[in-house]
């Protein structure tokens, strides 16, 4: 059973910084390519940051320059620090592995961390 668990979210005034962790059991990462996520209420979640197993990663125009996806294969763990941080990344930031096998793909969530921007 893969597991994935985020954590590092929080309330943070407009300018400053977080890191976000997703914490994976039950598989290693280094077999994934895995992506950020965020929702807000009543819209769709989008992609925030994506790093592939070949360690290229890919950012949403609106972070690009200002988050950066990293992966840790030895703690099987992925990172997002977002420095700069505006009230309009305010959402809940979800993490998420994704793997093609044969012709099935197989996707994990976590249960996402709640990231607040506000003065």
């Known amino acids: 059973q893969v597991q994935l668990v985020e954590s590092g979210g929080g309330l943070v005034q407009p300018g400053g910084s977080l890191k976000l962790a997703c914490a994976v059991s039950g598989s290693a990462i280094s077999s994934y390519d895995m992506h950020w996520y965020r929702q807000t209420p009543g819209q769709q979640r989008e992609l925030v940051a994506g790093s592939t197993k070949g360690r290229t990663t890919n950012y949403a125009d609106s972070v690009k320059g200002r988050f950066t996806i990293s992966r840790d294969n030895a703690k099987n763990t992925v990172y997002l620090q977002m420095n700069s941080l505006k009230p309009e990344d305010t959402a809940v930031y979800y993490c998420?592995?994704?793997?093609?096998?044969?012709?099935?793909?197989?996707?994990?969530w976590g249960q996402g961390t709640q990231v607040t921007v506000s003065s």
């Open positions: 998420n592995a994704n793997r093609r096998v044969l012709s099935s793909t197989l996707n994990y």
